[in-house]
Nanobody, 117 residues
Framework: QVQLVESGGGLVQAGGSLRLSCAAS????????MGWYRQATGKQRELVAA???????NYADSVKGRFTISRDRAKNTVYLQMNSLKPEDTAIYYC???????????WGQGTQVTVSA
């Protein structure tokens, strides 16, 4: 079982920033794409951002220009920098990993992000 450990959620006012972290083992980090989904109360889980092993990124339209996903190979960690946060960004954010071309196979425990108006 792949272990992904998330951190960095919290409460912030609209317009503020948060950074989420997702740490993995070196063996997982080196071959898996990684990213973040989020799920707001009463809504379906949606893909927020993803990054391949090579560093290619993909974002949901709703977060483009505000969120940045990155990988730190020295720390085996993926980050999601979230700026200009909006109340509609409020959700539980889940880190995931997947082998190229396959659906997510492992998930983090989830971290709550709450943005107040």
């Amino acid at each position: 079982q792949v272990q992904l450990v998330e951190s960095g959620g919290g409460l912030v006012q609209a317009g503020g920033s948060l950074r989420l972290s997702c740490a993995a083992s070196a063996s997982v980090f080196s071959i898996n794409a990684m990213g973040w989904y989020r799920q707001a109360t009463g809504k379906q889980r949606e893909l927020v951002a993803a990054i391949t092993v090579a560093g290619t990124t993909n974002y949901a339209d709703s977060v483009k220009g505000r969120f940045t996903i990155s990988r730190d190979r020295a720390k085996n960690t993926v980050y999601l920098q979230m700026n200009s946060l909006k109340p509609e960004d409020t959700a539980i954010y889940y880190c995931y990993s997947n082998l190229p071309g396959l659906p997510p196979s492992s998930w983090g425990q989830g971290t709550q992000v709450t943005v107040s108006a």
